[in-house]
Structures are given as C-alpha cells and as structure tokens.
Nanobody, 113 residues
C-alpha cells in the first residue's frame, strides 16, 4: 500500500522560506510524476508544480522563480522549496503521484505577518 505523507508546513512571515517534504514508498515517483497541489477554502485544488522522471519541471506563473520542486533519485521522496513566500501562497499543500490516485493528507502553509 503506497502512502504519501507531507511535512514541513508552518506559519511563516512574508518573505520567508519553507521546504515541504513528501515521504513516499514503493519508488512511486520513479513510476509517476510528482505534483504539489494547493487548496484554499472556496477554491479548487490547483497544481502548483510538477516534475517528471526526466526532471522536466512545471510551475504556475505565480511561483516561478520562487519555488523549486525536486524528487529523490530512488523515487521515495518529493520536495518543494518555497522562497520569498507571499500571503497568497497560503493554503493546504498536497503531494500527489500524478494519475496514480495516491495523495497525501496535506500540510498547512500560512504566510502572514
């Protein structure tokens, strides 16, 4: 049974940094692309960043140049480095093995002074 467990969410001031981690199993990110998604109340969950097995990355425009996505070589961990955080980055962040049906439980990121 594959499990994805996020960690690293916190309350941080604007301009601060956080690193989110996603612990996985079954080398899942060697078989599926890694995605980090964000959900805020009243809005649909959106894909913030993704990375393929070939290390091709995607970012939504609002986080380009500030966020960096990575996956471990063994496919059992994913990361999202978030710098220069803004209040609009707040939300629950979920890691996902895209198209696998596997999601983590989410970790809360709050950017506020």
């Amino acid at each position: 049974q594959v499990q994805l467990v996020e960690s690293g969410g916190d309350l941080v001031q604007p301009g601060g940094s956080l690193t989110l981690s996603c612990a996985a199993s079954g080398n899942i990110f060697s078989r599926y692309n890694l995605g980090w998604h964000r959900q805020v109340p009243g809005k649909l969950r959106e894909l913030v960043a993704s990375i393929t097995g070939e290390r091709t990355t995607y970012y939504i425009d609002s986080v380009k140049g500030r966020f960096t996505i990575a996956a471990s070589s063994d496919g059992n961990a994913g990361f999202l480095q978030m710098n220069n955080l803004k209040p609009e980055d707040s939300g629950v962040y979920y890691c996902n093995a895209i198209h696998s049906g596997h999601w983590g439980q989410g970790t809360q990121v709050t950017v506020s002074s």
